[in-house]
């Protein structure tokens, strides 16, 4: 069973354009984030949404816009992409009584050309 | 804004060695968690450690926390070439209990 999926997992796309990604959680977690993590590997926290309410939100250009339907889904949009936006974005969830653990996703893998 | 800096950021070892690395920090963390990710999937738990000098052992891996929850540290024992990967700590604390990840130590045992 998957526990966090996020879709889709590789994204090759043209600067300026805007594209989505999606991320769904089956654990019954209340609390769900994205993450950046560049080529050095280093895993930076963006977002991260509790029952639906935005709660934790870094230092990210405003082109960077999630959304939380339900507490099973947080999406990452992402409007007039730039190079630098390139790199790979992992959703997570977790829930409070296991101590804010972090579960993640597979990753997408964005490439902005 | 809190930093967690590991060390060794690489390190290659033959199977068999011992090997240890390190997570730093100047800022007081409710607790600490480690992970390791292979390449191409997403970081995995391996352990949270959350009092002050506690030891937890998970076979060949031993991570401790220290006395003043500032630091920690995994040691291998005996590593194997399944050991190879990005190992990450992450420090909970700070408002929201906001998880912040370390800069990552990439570990390759050869056979």
């Known amino acids: 069973d998957t526990a966090v999926s996020q879709t889709p997992k590789y994204l090759v796309t043209q600067m300026g354009n805007d594209k989505s990604i999606k991320c769904e959680q089956n654990l019954g977690h209340d609390t769900m984030y994205w993450y950046k993590q560049d080529s050095k590997k280093f895993l930076k926290i963006m977002f991260s949404y509790n029952n639906k309410e935005l709660i934790i939100n870094e230092t990210v250009p405003n082109r960077f816009s999630p959304k939380s339907p339900d507490k099973a889904h947080l999406n990452l949009h992402i409007n007039s992409l730039e190079l630098g936006d390139s790199a790979v974005y992992f959703c997570?969830?977790?829930?409070?009584?296991?101590?804010?653990?972090?579960?993640f996703g597979p990753g997408t893998r964005l490439t902005v050309t | 804004t809190q930093l967690l800096e590991q060390s060794p950021q690489f390190l290659s070892i033959q199977e068999g060695e011992n090997l240890t690395v390190y997570c730093n920090s100047s800022s007081v963390f409710s607790s600490l968690q480690w992970y390791r990710q292979e390449p191409g999937e997403g970081p995995v738990l391996l352990v949270t450690?959350?009092?002050?000098?506690e030891v937890k052992k998970l076979k060949r891996l031993t991570f401790q926390f220290g006395d003043a929850r500032k630091d920690s540290s995994l040691h291998i024992t005996a590593a194997q070439p399944g050991d190879t990967g990005l190992y990450l700590c992450a420090g909970l604390g700070g408002g929201y209990q906001k998880v912040t990840f370390g800069t990552g130590t990439k570990l390759q045992v050869i056979p």
């Open positions: 450690v959350v009092t002050g000098g």
């Open positions: 997570a969830s977790s829930a409070l009584n296991s101590g804010y653990e972090q579960y």
